[in-house]
Nanobody, 122 residues
């Protein structure tokens, strides 16, 4: 599956953004989907994941209660709603597909979008 992320931008601390990830092909609904992020000088880290029919979601402790992952299989689109943003959320955000539920390692995902930059000012 090919992925394209969008929706990043500059926002003040405490603000909100919604990221989208459009998938091509007819296999989107078969994949566990996830968001990762990479801040400057840091390794890529897991943010959130959702199973194929949205029965189960998983979040990094750092975003739990603030971010919400969702998907629309009819529209082949993955979303990440980000609320109460903090400067430490500043990063390039990547959508990924093909992983396994409960597995947060980036290496377990084999399809990646190009990334969208989120900058949170203090």
């Amino acid at each position: 599956v090919q992925l394209q992320a969008s929706g990043g931008g500059l926002v003040q601390a405490g603000g909100s953004l919604r990221l989208s990830c459009a998938a091509s092909g007819r296999t989107f609904s078969r994949y566990v989907m996830a968001w990762f992020r990479q801040a400057p000088g840091k390794e890529r880290e897991f943010v959130a994941s959702v199973t194929q029919k949205s029965a189960w979601t998983d979040y990094a402790d750092s975003v739990k209660g603030r971010f919400t992952i969702s998907r629309d299989n009819d529209k082949n689109t993955l979303y990440l709603r980000m609320d109460s943003l903090k400067p430490e959320d500043t990063a390039v955000y990547y959508c990924a597909g093909g992983g396994r539920a409960g597995v947060t390692a980036a290496g377990s995902y084999d399809s990646w979008g190009q990334g969208t930059l989120v900058t949170v000012s203090s």
